[in-house]
């Protein structure tokens, strides 16, 4: 499946797949809704969900189920304690329902609101406090409407990804997240993301990328990290076999 061709074709895809659809994900979530979110005046759906719609469909649709909700952090506490959900590693809670597990935070303890200086208030302004561009997309589930930046559909279209805000929790899992994307999908990274890639790759993680995705020369050690880098820039609609990333038998 294409990328929808404007985000009223999205909105179609999403709406289908999470009040009509009876794929058990699907199922789960409107269970999970109905039994506890529905306390909340304003929660929206951030991160993998829309962002794999919007690639792929629901085919697509890959991840865990990230909620936000717009309201204090005692009572999105107190919330997650009633229903036995645990704590996560970026200051929100966990739960399992049933096939699908569910991550949710407060509005004020995302991770973006509470460590880079970005102002987060609303919902709304959850677009604009994310690492990857691509993940700058919310459902809002009361209102059944996406919001997204400006030229969303278009990179996604051309197949574009840029940094947000670079401050983050995981440089590294944004690292491997990158290059994965970038292999995975055969995107071209913007100039922010070119630059934390070539600041930040070593030959550990050029490795990994290099056997997970088997290109060529991946059994030496002695890895160019330049050439590696140049190869994911350069990579739209490029064959692996063209590319080496070992320095020459003669270069140290």
Same mark, same amino acid.
């Given at each position: 499946?294409?990328?929808?061709?404007?985000?009223? &074709?999205?909105?179609?895809?999403?709406?289908?797949?999470?009040?009509?659809?009876?794929?058990?994900? &699907?199922?789960?979530?409107?269970?999970?809704?109905?039994?506890?979110?529905?306390?909340?005046?304003?929660?929206?759906?951030?991160?993998?969900?829309?962002?794999?719609?919007?690639?792929?469909?629901?085919?697509?649709?890959?991840?865990?189920?990230?909620?936000?909700?717009?309201?204090?952090?005692?009572?999105?506490?107190? #919330?997650?304690?009633?229903?036995?959900?645990?704590?996560?590693?970026?200051?929100? #809670?966990?739960?399992?329902?049933?096939?699908?597990?569910?991550?949710?935070?407060?509005?004020?303890?995302? *991770?973006?609101?509470?460590?880079?200086?970005?102002?987060?208030?609303?919902?709304?302004?959850?677009?604009?406090?994310?690492? #990857?561009? *691509?993940?700058?997309?919310?459902?809002?589930?009361?209102?059944?409407?996406?919001?997204?930046?400006?030229?969303?559909?278009?990179?996604?279209?051309?197949?574009?990804?840029?940094?947000?805000?670079?401050?983050?929790?995981?440089?590294?899992?944004?690292?491997?997240?990158?290059?994965?994307?970038?292999?995975? *999908?055969?995107?071209?990274?913007?100039?922010?993301?070119?630059?934390?890639?070539?600041?930040?790759?070593?030959?550990?993680? &050029?490795?990994? &990328?290099?056997?997970? #995705?088997?290109?060529?020369?991946?059994?030496?050690?002695?890895?160019?990290?330049?050439?590696?880098?140049?190869?994911?820039?350069?990579?739209?609609?490029?064959?692996?076999?063209?590319?080496?990333?070992?320095?020459?038998?003669?270069?140290?």
């Amino acid at each position: 499946m294409k990328p929808p061709p404007n985000l009223a &074709a999205l909105k179609k895809r999403v709406d289908r797949y999470l009040w009509e659809s009876r794929d058990p994900k &699907a199922v789960a979530f409107k269970k999970f809704y109905g039994e506890h979110l529905r306390q909340f005046s304003r929660t929206a759906i951030i991160g993998g969900l829309v962002r794999d719609f919007a690639i792929n469909g629901r085919y697509g649709f890959k991840s865990d189920i990230d909620i936000v909700i717009d309201d204090d952090n005692y009572a999105v506490s107190k #919330f997650a304690q009633e229903i036995g959900a645990s704590s996560n590693k970026y200051g929100g #809670f966990s739960v399992k329902n049933n096939c699908v597990k569910i991550d949710f935070w407060s509005l004020p303890s995302t *991770w973006t609101a509470k460590n880079a200086n970005i102002s987060v208030r609303s919902i709304e302004d959850v677009i604009n406090a994310t690492f #990857f561009d *691509w993940d700058s997309i919310v459902y809002l589930i009361e209102e059944k409407k996406i919001i997204c930046t400006d030229n969303y559909i278009k990179k996604i279209t051309q197949k574009e990804i840029d940094i947000v805000v670079e401050k983050t929790p995981s440089k590294n899992g944004n690292l491997r997240r990158a290059i994965h994307r970038i292999l995975k *999908w055969n995107l071209t990274p913007g100039p922010s993301l070119e630059i934390f890639i070539r600041k930040n790759t070593t030959k550990d993680i &050029a490795l990994e &990328a290099i056997k997970k #995705f088997n290109l060529p020369e991946y059994q030496y050690e002695n890895i160019n990290i330049d050439a590696f880098v140049d190869y994911l820039i350069q990579k739209k609609d490029k064959k692996h076999d063209e590319f080496y990333f070992i320095f020459p038998s003669d270069e140290k």
